[in-house]
């Protein structure tokens, strides 16, 4: 990141630690070691390495702004505002947009995915000094990702539950961000050499960030 920019950390897995001008946002904090607090807690869905109501509380104060769709603010304790896939909020002067967020090819048993769209999950674009960062969420590639604008990409590369690192890459093309920074990997879901594939074969540049604790 440049000295203009948002700086972002890697927490782990899906999880984010974004910090623009003293306000600090987290995204899906998940076995966090951290205690500093966060201004904005964004929840994607309701899945438990996603949803962490003791990461959320031990992040929160009084102050901390929560959102989550409806399913995953159901598990945290309030208050949460909820957001649904295609709906925008300014909160502390940061525009949030929440993106759709779901499975194509990527099934818990036959038809049945581990993310659907009728579920309401949820990725995010947040705008911070003019910057859109782009968290998809736990998401395969979908069509609506050809309609987001981004200047930098938080993409899965794992598979298994999101899209594979080859997918990624067509993601990537789809969105045209500027830089993309590889998730989802490690913690038993994915390997880091899921990660260098992205890498090797993305046609945008891939900042690889080192775990932050």
């Not at 000295?3 to 630690?17: D, K, N």
């Not at 929840?43 to 409806?70: E, G, Q």
């Not at 003019?130 to 998809?136: C, E, L, N, Q």
Request: aromatic share 6%; proline share 8%; with cysteine.
């Amino acid at each position: 990141m440049t000295e203009t920019e948002p700086t972002i950390e890697w927490l782990g897995h899906a999880s984010f630690r974004i910090e623009s001008k003293g306000m600090v946002i987290y995204i899906d904090p998940w076995q966090t070691a951290t205690d500093r607090r966060g201004d904005l807690i964004l929840i994607t869905h309701d899945h438990h390495d996603h949803c962490s109501p003791d990461d959320v509380a031990r992040l929160r104060s009084k102050d901390t702004i929560i959102v989550a769709p409806p399913s995953a603010a159901a598990k945290l304790p309030g208050p949460v505002r909820t957001i649904r896939p295609g709906e925008r909020l300014a909160l502390k002067g940061i525009e949030i947009e929440a993106t759709p967020a779901y499975n194509l090819n990527k099934f818990r048993s036959p038809g049945v995915p581990f993310h659907s769209r009728e579920a309401g999950n949820v990725g995010y674009v947040a705008t911070l000094d003019g910057m859109r960062i782009y968290h998809s969420g736990d998401s395969d590639v979908i069509p609506e990702m050809s309609s987001i604008h981004a200047d930098i990409a938080l993409l899965p590369v794992s598979g298994i539950y999101v899209m594979t690192a080859d997918e990624a890459v067509r993601a990537a093309e789809l969105i045209k961000p500027k830089k993309v920074i590889p998730m989802h990997v490690g913690r038993g879901i994915g390997t880091l050499d899921d990660r260098d594939s992205f890498r090797q074969n993305a046609s945008v540049p891939v900042i690889i960030l080192p775990l932050v604790k």
